[in-house]
């Protein structure tokens, strides 16, 4: 017969070893399966195309409106570009196109709604023929300055409803760069009443142009790139572009003689980058989250670089090439408000869309314009009773 006290003896140890070797062999496996999860997750965080773990990488091809390189206007898709190569640690470059280097300057919403290229960058209401409601987008007459055409987009609906204005044609649309308030624009003659502006051609684009020709006036829309050679041979008599920076560079103050101002027309233009549905979806989300990043980025940095530069520019225009620097007499003004509700019921009357956008735009513009009366503006004519012509 076996010992039994033997039996006994050793149990408990033999019980002991046998929890260890299944402690052990648990651990092992929660180890294994630990090292699973984690490859799995890296591999999700890659893109396994390319084989070897390594990410996919992007090109993408942007046109634009403006002369390559061009200062101001020009250089927003530059910089947008530079920025998401940089934060996308080059995984998605955009190659910049100027106009007429792929398609000409009003070709681009229809290249990037085709996907003859990945995005493009210009001003939504140079489309104002194939969708009515994109003048809001950029800058109405007598509208919201460049501080509220931001927080309208970004905080009040504006962007959603630019969204839906351009679903249809399989392009998504974000802010792009902006102007602040322009000037009212170059003129080979004098503006002393409204009678000056009959029969006076001007390049104007937008609703402003409906506006100028109600007015008396000839609106014309022309490219940036041929406005000198227009206004030097006569074809138009006056042209608005953006304000003393970009004018100066385009050299303007050759060909015409006297600059006017406010910016009724544009007080707070938005440019626009027009990305490719497609383009847009087939990257990761955090490429697109890239893209949607460098926009803002590029939105700000224009506004902030015209700020800093206007006003140089300006004084070399008066002082070294004697532009001759006018205000917009009070009737002419008058008569271009009036022209402007004229222009705006025809338009809201006209597209169901461009109504839908009027009463989001109409709404944030009354509530904005009220608080701005107790600060903006009342800081700005304070800090005016107070300085004078005083400096800081």
Same mark, same amino acid.
């Given at each position: ?96 196109? %100027?106009?007429?280097?792929?398609? @000409?300057?009003? #070709? ?6 085709? =996907? +003859?290229? !990945? *995005? ?96 008396? %006036?000839?609106?014309?829309?022309? @490219?940036?790139? #041929? ?6 041979? =006569? +074809?138009? !008599? *006056? ?154």
């Amino acid at each position: 017969m076996p010992d039994t006290s033997v039996e006994r003896r050793y149990t408990p140890l033999i019980i002991l070893l046998l929890v260890a070797a299944l402690v052990a062999t648990i651990a092992l496996w929660a180890v294994e399966r630990a090292g699973a999860e984690r490859g799995a997750r890296q591999q999700h965080a890659t893109d396994d195309a390319g084989g070897g773990g390594e990410q996919k990488h992007y090109q993408w091809k942007m046109v634009t409106t403006w002369p390559k390189n061009f200062p101001g206007l020009g250089m927003a898709a530059e910089n947008f570009a530079k920025q998401v190569e940089l934060m996308s640690d080059g995984r998605l470059k955009v190659h910049v196109y %100027g106009a007429g280097e792929l398609v @000409p300057a009003m #070709e681009v919403f229809d290249a990037v709604s085709q =996907g +003859v290229v !990945d *995005a493009g960058h210009g001003a939504a209401y140079y489309w104002k023929g194939k969708v009515p409601s994109a003048v809001f987008f950029t800058s109405m007459p007598f509208g919201l300055n460049a501080q509220e055409m931001n927080g309208w987009l970004h905080y009040g609906g504006g962007l959603e409803l630019w969204q839906e204005a351009y679903a249809p044609y399989n392009l998504v649309p974000m802010a792009g760069g902006s102007t602040g308030v322009q000037m009212a624009g170059w003129f080979n003659r004098e503006i002393n009443s409204i009678d000056d502006l009959k029969g006076l051609k001007m390049r104007i684009p937008g609703l402003a142009g409906e506006v100028f020709a109600a007015a008396g %006036g000839t609106a014309v829309t022309i @490219p940036g790139g #041929e406005l000198y050679t227009s206004i030097q041979t =006569g +074809v138009i !008599d *006056a042209l608005e572009w953006v304000g003393p920076y970009n004018d100066k560079a385009f050299g303007f103050q050759e060909v015409a003689k006297y600059y006017y101002y406010p910016g009724w027309h544009e007080p707070g233009s938005i440019l626009e980058f027009v990305v490719n549905k497609q383009s847009l979806e087939a990257l990761p989300p955090d490429l697109q989250a890239i893209v949607r990043t460098a926009s803002r980025a590029a939105n700000q940095d224009m506004l902030d670089e015209y700020t800093a530069r206007n006003n140089a520019a300006l004084q070399s225009l008066v002082e070294e090439d004697g532009v001759q620097l006018r205000r917009l007499p009070d009737d002419v003004l008058l008569a271009l408000w009036q022209g402007t509700q004229v222009a705006m019921k025809k338009l809201v009357d006209s597209d169901p869309m461009a109504a839908k956008v009027y009463e989001s735009y109409r709404k944030f513009y009354k509530g904005v314009r009220n608080y701005h009366h107790i600060s903006e503006q009342a800081y700005i004519n304070a800090r005016d009773e107070v300085f004078g012509d005083d400096e800081f």
